[in-house]
C-alpha cells in the first residue's frame, strides 16, 4: 500500500544530543516537506526537496538540516537538540500539487 | 498576503447533526484546496482534494465545495458520529511548494 512512514513516532531526548527523524514514502513523489506544528497547532513549512540531491529551506528558520539521496527518503537532523526544538513534525510528499499532499503520523520531539 | 481563515473555531453538537464547516482565503488565485482532519498529536489525514476547476467533491459523509470568486469552501459532514470528533484543516496551494494552511476548526461530536 503506497504511504509515508515516519520514525520514531515519540522521541524523548536530553539537550545537546544529535537525532535524526526520519521519513519513507513508497509512492515514488519527487517532491517531499518538513512541516514543524506548535502547540497552537499553526504549520510551519522548515524544508522541501524537488527531487534527488534538492533541498530547500521553508518559511520556518529551522536549525535543522536535510538530506534527499533517494527519492523515497528525506530524513530531518539537528545536530544539537534543545528545548525550543521540542514540538510536533510532520513529512509530507506531492508528485505535483494537482494531486495534493499525504502526510505522515509525525514524530512527537521533547528535548529535556 | 494570502491568508486562509476558518470558522467557527471550535462546535460541538450532539450525534446526528448536519454540519457545516468554512474555509475562507484572500487569493482566489489557487490550484487546489484540500481538507485534512487531524486527531490529537497526530498527522494528517486527507479528505478531500478540490481542483481549482471543480466546484465540489464527496466521500461518503463528506462533500466539500468550492467557490473561488467568493474564496470560500465548504465542508458538509451529514450525520455526524463521536467517531467525527478531531480538527479540521483547509489548505490552499497556490502551486508555491508549500500549502497555506487554515486555522482549523476543533469539533465535538457527543453522544
Known amino acids: 500500500e503506497a504511504d509515508i512512514y515516519q520514525t520514531p513516532r515519540y522521541l524523548v531526548i536530553g539537550t545537546g544530543k544529535k537525532i535524526t527523524l526520519e521519513c519513507s514514502q513508497t509512492?515514488?513523489?519527487?517532491?517531499m516537506y518538513w512541516y514543524q506544528q506548535d502547540p497552537g497547532m499553526e504549520l510551519h513549512l522548515i524544508h522541501y526537496?524537488?527531487?534527488?540531491?534538492?533541498?530547500e529551506k521553508g518559511d520556518l528558520s529551522s536549525e535543522s538540516t536535510v538530506s534527499r539521496i533517494r527519492t523515497e527518503h528525506f530524513p530531518l537532523t539537528l545536530e544539537s537538540a534543545r528545548p525550543s526544538h521540542t514540538s510536533q513534525y510532520l513529512c509530507?510528499?506531492?508528485?505535483?500539487?494537482?494531486?495534493?499532499?499525504?502526510f505522515g503520523s509525525g514524530t512527537r520531539l521533547t528535548v529535556v | 498576503k494570502q491568508e486562509v481563515t476558518q470558522i467557527p473555531a471550535a462546535l460541538s453538537v450532539p450525534e446526528g447533526e448536519n454540519l457545516v464547516l468554512n474555509c475562507s482565503f484572500t487569493?482566489?488565485?489557487?490550484?487546489?484546496l484540500q481538507w485534512f482532519r487531524q486527531d490529537p498529536g497526530k498527522g494528517l489525514t486527507s479528505l478531500l482534494l478540490?481542483?481549482?476547476?471543480?466546484r465540489e467533491q464527496t466521500s461518503g459523509r463528506l462533500n466539500a465545495s468550492l467557490d473561488k470568486s467568493s474564496g470560500r469552501s465548504t465542508l458538509y459532514i451529514a450525520a455526524s458520529q463521536p467517531g467525527d470528533s478531531a480538527t479540521y484543516l483547509c489548505?490552499?496551494?497556490?502551486?508555491?511548494?508549500?500549502?497555506?494552511f487554515g486555522t482549523g476548526t476543533r469539533l465535538q461530536v457527543f453522544p
Open positions: 489548505a490552499v496551494d497556490y502551486n508555491t511548494d508549500k500549502l497555506i
Open positions: 526537496s524537488y527531487g534527488v540531491n534538492s533541498t
Open positions: 478540490i481542483q481549482s476547476s471543480q
Open positions: 509512492m515514488g513523489h519527487d517532491k
Open positions: 487569493d482566489s488565485a489557487i490550484y487546489n
Open positions: 509530507a510528499s506531492s508528485e505535483w500539487p494537482a494531486y495534493g499532499y499525504t
